[in-house]
């Protein structure tokens, strides 16, 4: 089992829409969860970041967690063609201290 | 952009040379990092510091090094770059008080 993995997509939606992207962890003792954005050929860019449960909402962001189910998500609303990209979730575990990544899943927003 | 800069941005070599890649920060961050980036395996940790002169293995070490005697320097270095390691390599660096990471541009490696 992967320590942190999420659907590598094309999650595909049309613009104006909410993209829901999902993560789970394998480590249940991991408290600091993380939202990356690369966009093709870039370097990752962070744009949330969650600790406790529950929501956590910046603009047009949301990260969601849920520790007892293990399951961390991002929902982006009103989506637009500038947030085709890829969104890394990441978190640290709690045996390394170490930040590990998922694989990624790309969103595609079309117009 | 966090004040992280590497060089070289892009660089092709051949098997079996040395090869080493610099990440500068100017934001004075305590922590530093080396991931290598591939298709399938997505980020992983190379090697990390933790403050001039300490550094740490991460999950991928094997076949690199690192040095930090400045601050604002990371040097990760290849000993003799085999195939294996043509990747796109990034820097991030973390303040000691946050755990949020902020990575470089990144470097393109390609061995030939």
């Known amino acids: 089992q992967k320590e942190v993995e999420q659907n590598s997509g094309p999650l595909s939606v049309p613009e104006g829409a909410i993209a829901s992207l999902n993560c789970t962890y394998s480590?249940?003792?991991?408290?600091?969860f993380f939202w990356y954005r690369q966009y093709s050929g870039k370097s990752p860019e962070l744009i949330m970041s969650i600790y406790s449960n529950g929501d956590k909402e910046d603009g047009r962001f949301t990260a969601q967690l849920n520790k007892a189910s293990q399951y961390v998500s991002l929902l982006i609303r009103d989506s637009q063609p500038s947030d085709s990209a890829t969104y890394l979730c990441a978190v640290i575990t709690s045996n390394t201290g170490k930040l590990i990544f998922g694989q990624g899943t790309t969103l595609q927003v079309k117009p | 952009d966090a004040g992280i800069t590497q060089s070289p941005r892009h660089k092709v070599t051949e098997t079996g040379t040395p090869v080493t890649l610099r990440c500068h920060q100017t934001?004075?961050?305590?922590?530093m990092y080396w991931y290598r980036q591939d298709p399938g395996h997505g980020l992983r940790l190379i090697h990390y510091?933790?403050?001039?002169?300490?550094?740490d293995k991460g999950e991928v070490s094997d076949g690199y090094s690192v040095s930090r005697s400045k601050t604002e320097d990371f040097l990760l270095t290849l000993e003799s770059a085999t195939s294996s390691q043509t990747s796109v390599y990034f820097c991030?660096?973390?303040?000691?008080?946050?755990?949020?990471?902020?990575f470089g541009p990144g470097t393109r490696l390609t061995v030939l």
């Open positions: 934001e004075n961050h305590r922590y």
């Open positions: 480590d249940r003792g991991s408290q600091s």
């Open positions: 991030a660096i973390r303040d000691g008080l946050a755990r949020e990471q902020f």
């Open positions: 510091s933790y403050g001039v002169k300490d550094t």
